[in-house]
């Protein structure tokens, strides 16, 4: 079993920038593909950016590529979300999720792919 953790949200104004984390507890973390998924109000949930075991593989949303960048530090049993160039658009609660794998592919980009969800946490972008 494993839990995440997310942190790292609040308000920021638009062009402004935010790291989230991802933390987990429970063992063979090394070992989970990550992704990063966010829910605006009224809208469904949205696929961000996704990791792989070993950090060496990721995808990343058309709406934020070019301006997210995730990457992980296994050691610590951590995932980050850094996120630049914040538009309003970009205002919802990020979850991240992981699933026990060390496959890469497309099926990344599916909610229904992981297992493990956290809570989220919630980003404003707000003048």
């Known amino acids: 079993q494993v839990q995440l953790v997310e942190s790292g949200g609040g308000l920021v104004q638009p062009g402004g920038s935010l790291k989230l984390s991802c933390t987990a507890s429970g063992r063979s973390f090394d070992r989970h593909a990550v992704g990063w998924f966010r829910r605006g109000l009224g809208k469904d949930r949205e696929f961000v950016a996704a990791?792989?075991?070993?950090?060496?593989?990721?995808y990343y949303g058309d709406s934020v590529k070019g301006r997210f960048t995730v990457s992980r530090d296994n050691a610590k049993n951590m995932v980050f979300l850094q996120m630049s160039s914040l538009i309003p658009e970009d205002t919802a609660i990020y979850y991240c999720a992981s699933e026990l794998t060390t496959a890469w592919g497309p099926r990344r980009l599916r909610e229904g792919e992981y297992d493990y969800w956290g809570q989220g946490t919630q980003v404003n972008v707000s003048s």
């Open positions: 990791i792989s075991s070993s950090g060496e593989n990721t």
